[in-house]
């Protein structure tokens, strides 16, 4: 988003800065058309570097206080309670006996190099508010389906179809808009960012998975 809002601003600094010079090609000798014209540059310097920032870090802001709301308003429903699995069973998952899925959701997956491949997908840039301080590009998969089970994250879509063993997730860190899972294939550290409408909870499910896994080991 700070990419694209600063796409903007020049196009409109820029633009008018070729309007104010192209009225008054008169002037251009005389002392205060330049002085205008550093003020116009002075002017375009701090709104091209300021405001995108400010626009993402008050929409970040935002989300992340509808996230705390909805995830304080789900805890209260649970009424203390742990999260349970799905009581219903798709034909589709390649599930084990006895694994349940615990969670699902559909959305937009996002990961590093080779990590998922299969379906259509392209070159992306993850959004700024969604997913602060995830750098670089990477491919983008949308209309895909993210199932929490007790031993595998499982995103399906059109063509695609990737499972990842619980024991092969390191971090998993909820953001604004979704979560960045930090895994290994084929023996090289990856990153796999999936949207959640509430994150909070998405990460609050994927734990007790997890130390569910972990008392089960002990």
Not at 13 to 38: E, S, V
Not at 96 to 115: I, S
Not at 140 to 163: N, P, V, W
Request: with cysteine; glycine share 10%; aromatic share 12%.
């Amino acid at each position: 988003m700070i990419y694209a809002l600063r796409k903007l601003i020049a196009f409109v600094f820029l633009g008018g800065m070729f309007w104010f010079i192209y009225q008054d090609l008169g002037n251009l000798d005389k002392p205060w058309f330049m002085h205008a014209l550093g003020l116009i540059t002075v002017a375009f310097a701090f709104f091209w570097l300021l405001i995108p920032s400010l626009v993402v870090h008050f929409r970040i802001r935002r989300r992340l206080a509808h996230n705390r709301e909805k995830y304080m308003a789900w805890r209260e429903k649970l009424g203390g309670a742990a999260p349970a699995p799905h009581s219903g069973r798709n034909p589709r998952l390649d599930l084990q006996p006895g694994e349940r899925v615990w969670f699902h959701e559909k959305g937009t997956l996002y990961a590093t190099g080779d990590a998922a491949t299969g379906g259509s997908s392209r070159r992306d840039r993850p959004s700024d508010v969604a997913f602060p301080g995830f750098r670089g590009r990477c491919r983008r998969f949308q209309r895909i389906h993210c199932y929490m089970t007790d031993e595998k994250l499982l995103f399906m879509g059109k063509d695609m179809a990737l499972s990842v063993p619980m024991a092969d997730i390191g971090d998993a860190t909820a953001t604004p808009g979704g979560i960045v899972f930090g895994t290994m294939r084929d023996g090289r550290a990856a990153k796999l960012a999936f949207t959640f409408q509430n994150p909070l909870i998405a990460a609050d499910v994927l734990a007790h998975i997890r130390s569910g896994r972990k008392n089960e080991q002990l």
